[in-house]
């Protein structure tokens, strides 16, 4: 009995509320409330295909390193040289979470370029090999490492962008109000720090471009 008299005030007591926020959440909305939320999504959806692409590399070094070596097995050195980048580059992970450090960024961006350099010396190294330029499994691995180093490029232009757009509006107006009081948590993404040269994706030359 005594519950319920007291069910009906209580109901009166909540309905105010709903209505309030059934008004304001749509006003919130329309303020740009979601601004620092859709930027920072889509910048860790940004970093996500960086990562998908260089996994997409990672996957294709196994089948060239093999390639090489039936053709040119003594040419060890640099077939461990691409194994062991290979290691280090995949043991390193780095989550949206950790975006926010840059030495964990860095320490990320070096163990690729790493890999990259390695994979540059092997790639130098089939010159010498016009048995293995022409196989046809090496052909084939050559259009594929073209590909994905292409779209890495694209993957990481694509995530300096997302989080330029990110950052920028935890600092400018007025999505820096939202910033203030609702998302102070929210700190700015590290981003890649390279030089606009090493932007562009490592030339991929088997020699077969030139007819040699």
Known sequence: MFAQRLS??????????????????????????????????????????????????????PNLVETVKGYASHEKDTLDAVVEARAKATQITVTPETLKDPEALKKF?????????????????????????????????????????NRIAVARRDYIQAVRDYNLTLKTFPSVLWATFWFRSNQPYANFTVDEDKMQPPKVDFGTKSGG
Do not use: H
């Open 8 to 61: 009906p005030p209580s109901m009166f007591r909540t309905l105010p509320a709903f209505l309030v926020m059934a008004i304001v959440l749509p006003l919130l909305a329309g303020c740009g409330y979601n601004t620092i939320p859709t930027a920072e999504e889509n910048a860790k959806a940004a970093w996500s295909e960086v990562l998908n692409q260089y996994q997409r590399r990672a996957d294709l070094i």
């Open 109 to 149: 961006q070096d163990a690729q370029a790493g890999l990259t350099s390695a994979l540059s010396r092997l790639i130098a190294v089939s010159e010498a090999y016009p048995d293995l330029k022409a196989n046809q499994n090496f052909l084939a691995l050559q259009a594929q490492l073209e590909g994905t180093e």
